[in-house]
């Protein structure tokens, strides 16, 4: 599981961090573009 700002953070962890593996051919993806009870701390500006 990852957690990223916007879809555009996704795309960027896809692609340079998952993508740069070498081992790594294929990867499948389904965001979840809402969240219900999260636990963890609030970022500055998120509210």
Do not use: C, Q, W, Y
């Not at 916007?6 to 896809?14: E, N, S």
């Not at 051919?25 to 969240?35: D, N, R």
């Amino acid at each position: 599981m990852a957690v990223a700002a916007d879809l555009d953070a996704l795309h960027h962890f896809l692609n340079d961090t998952i993508g740069a593996l070498t081992h790594v051919s294929t990867i499948e993806v389904t965001p979840i573009l809402s969240g219900v009870k999260r636990t963890g701390l609030v970022r500055p500006g998120s509210l």
